[in-house]
């Protein structure tokens, strides 16, 4: 009922007849009044809140930095010979049981150096048999030797270029001499000879 009814029933005591032209009034307000009223009562929608899309979000790139590998360090060659290489000369010999040379063979080898001027000291003597390397690119690296004097044919060096036996040659810029060992020389005249005339001017 709305507020004009409840007016008029509140001075009008007495019922009220009404008639068939008010009825359908009075009715199109009671049917305009629950519609309101149900559109009053209906939830309010609340605008939702955007997410942004997949899509639109920019992820920053990371960049990875992966612990450096630590490059191999190879030791470097060294050598155990008499002789201190002061004059950059280089004896090389071969002899399995002793660690450089049998005293005799030296003794031999000190008096024909000291003949042409030289002391042990001037020269380097390696023995082959336990030498860390035979490579000739090794033993030229670390001696860097002027002159090279192999005794015999077991001293020579591994990828040495070839040499013509008794004969003063270079290789590269070495100058060399390739002879007998002093185990074929002691005790031949021929080979002693031959030895001493090329290494009185080597």
């Not at 559109?39 to 942004?52: D, L, S």
């Not at 150096?113 to 690119?137: F, P």
């Not at 270029?161 to 031949?188: C, D, H, R, W």
Request: proline share 6%; aromatic share 10%; charged share 15%.
């Amino acid at each position: 009922m709305d507020m004009q009814a409840k007016h008029l029933s509140y001075f009008l005591q007495e019922d009220l007849f009404l008639l068939q032209s008010d009825k359908s009034l009075y009715q199109n307000l009671n049917i305009n009044q629950q519609v309101n009223d149900a559109a009053n009562t209906q939830p309010v929608a609340q605008n939702p809140v955007n997410a942004p899309e997949a899509s639109n979000v920019t992820v920053a790139p990371q960049t990875v930095i992966l612990p450096a590998t630590p490059t191999p360090v190879t030791p470097a060659i060294t050598f155990n010979y008499l002789g201190g290489n002061l004059k950059n000369f280089l004896i090389l010999a071969c002899y399995t049981d002793v660690d450089h040379m049998p005293a005799e063979h030296l003794n031999a080898l000190t008096g024909t150096l000291t003949r042409i001027n030289y002391v042990q000291d001037d020269v380097a003597i390696l023995n082959m048999a336990k030498a860390n390397s035979k490579q000739w690119t090794d033993i030229r690296h670390f001696f860097k030797p002027e002159k090279l004097l192999i005794l015999g044919k077991n001293a020579l060096p591994a990828a040495m270029p070839a040499l013509s036996p008794n004969e003063i040659q270079y290789t590269g810029q070495v100058k060399t001499l390739y002879t007998f060992g002093f185990g074929n020389m002691l005790g031949n005249k021929d080979y002693t000879r031959i030895f001493w005339n090329l290494i009185k001017t080597f």
